[in-house]
């Protein structure tokens, strides 16, 4: 059975930094890419950082390019989100989701890709 287990989240305040990680359990996790995607109240999920399955190729939404940073760890089975100079529009549910389907140094940016996901962790960012 497929487990992504987020942790991390929590309440800040704008400019701080948080550290979301994700451990993943019953796959073969060098053989996924590795998303993250939030979602905000009343918005639709959104792609904001993705890597390859062996971390060579990274994506970020525009959003947060330059503030977050996403990276891998194989051999403990974690994917992690370094999140830099927050600010209150990252307020979000976070969510990590396991990719079958990308080639090797390929990562989607579509939720509809994405065949695992974890079951979110809250961030807030106060004013």
């Known amino acids: 059975q497929v487990q992504l287990a987020e942790s991390g989240g929590g309440l800040v305040q704008t400019g701080d930094s948080l550290r979301l990680s994700c451990a993943a359990s019953g796959l073969s996790f060098s053989n996924y890419a590795m998303g993250w995607f939030r979602q905000a109240p009343g918005k639709e999920r959104e792609f904001v950082a993705g890597i390859s399955r062996i971390g060579i190729i990274t994506y970020y939404a525009e959003a947060v390019k330059g503030r977050f940073t996403i990276s891998r760890d194989n051999a403990k089975n974690t994917v992690t989100l370094q999140m830099n100079r927050l600010k209150p529009e990252d307020t979000a549910v976070y969510y990590c989701?396991?990719?079958?389907?990308?080639?090797?140094?390929?990562?989607?940016?579509?939720?509809?890709?994405?065949?695992?996901w974890g079951q979110g962790s809250q961030v807030t960012v106060s004013s």
């Open positions: 989701a396991a990719d079958r389907k990308s080639l090797t140094n390929s990562v989607y940016r579509s939720a509809a890709d994405y065949d695992y």
